[in-house]
T-cell receptor, first 113, second 112 residues
Framework: QKEVEQDPGPLSVPEGAIVSLNCTYS??????FMWYRQYSRKGPELLMY????GNKEDGRFTAQVDKSSKYISLFIRDSQPSDSATYLC?????????????FGKGTKLSVKP | DAGVIQSPRHEVTEMGQEVTLRCKPI?????LFWYRQTMMRGLELLIY????????DSGMPEDRFSAKMPNASFSTLKIQPSEPRDSAVYFC??????????FGPGTRLTVL
């Protein structure tokens, strides 16, 4: 079993839909959870960062972490065509850059106008 | 700030040739990371440096791969000899102390 599992999609939704992206993981030591967005032929960019369990909201984006289920989610409200990208979850057992980030393979999202 | 700079952006080479990828991190960042991204394996960490010192190279796939960071503003990833299975997008990222890593645009490597 890979440490981080993520459905690769692709996921296609109409503009304005609510999008739910998910990752599961096996390493209970993970404490730091991130979502990166990667546009085609670009490097990933950090979208959301959470520590331990709970929710975090930033505009149209909400990140949820359920450590008991080893499950994290990213919700996008009122999705826009500009949200079309690949979304990668990433996790680390350590704070700061001392630890390695373990990435999911990414879910490709397409938002149709 | 120009962000993380990588060169070349595209590289096409023949099997057996030496390939050198270059990275300039964001000024003031003390961590530098090299990643490889493929469809099959996703984004994988190859090696990372702290203050120019290699900390963890456990992700380097084989002895054919080597990385150096001679100073705070420059790093190289070298593959010698290259093989077709090395074809991938190679990313460099840098950070200052925390987990927010800033990625460069990547180098798309094709080994024929």
């Amino acid at each position: 079993q890979k440490e981080v599992e993520q459905d690769p999609g692709p996921l296609s939704v109409p503009e304005g839909a609510i999008v739910s992206l998910n990752c599961t993981y096996s390493n209970s030591a993970f404490q730091y959870f991130m979502w990166y967005r990667q546009y085609s032929r670009k490097g990933p960019e950090l979208l959301m960062y959470t520590y331990s369990s709970g929710n975090k909201e930033d505009g149209r984006f909400t990140a949820q972490v359920d450590k008991s289920s080893k499950y994290i989610s990213l919700f996008i409200r009122d999705s826009q065509p500009s949200d079309s990208a690949t979304y990668l979850c990433a996790m680390s057992a350590y704070g700061g850059s001392q630890g390695n980030l373990i990435f999911g393979k990414g879910t490709k999202l397409s938002v149709k106008p | 700030d120009a962000g993380v700079i990588q060169s070349p952006r595209h590289e096409v080479t023949e099997m057996g040739q030496e390939v050198t990828l270059r990275c300039k991190p964001i000024s003031g960042h003390d961590y530098l990371f090299w990643y490889r991204q493929t469809m099959m394996r996703g984004l994988e960490l190859l090696i990372y440096f702290n203050n120019n010192v290699p900390i963890d190279d456990s992700g380097m796939p084989e002895d054919r791969f080597s990385a150096k960071m001679p100073n705070a503003s420059f790093s190289t990833l070298k593959i010698q000899p290259s093989e077709p299975r090395d074809s991938a997008v190679y990313f460099c990222a840098s950070s200052f102390r925390k987990n927010e890593q800033f990625f460069g645009p990547g180098t798309r490597l094709t080994v024929l």
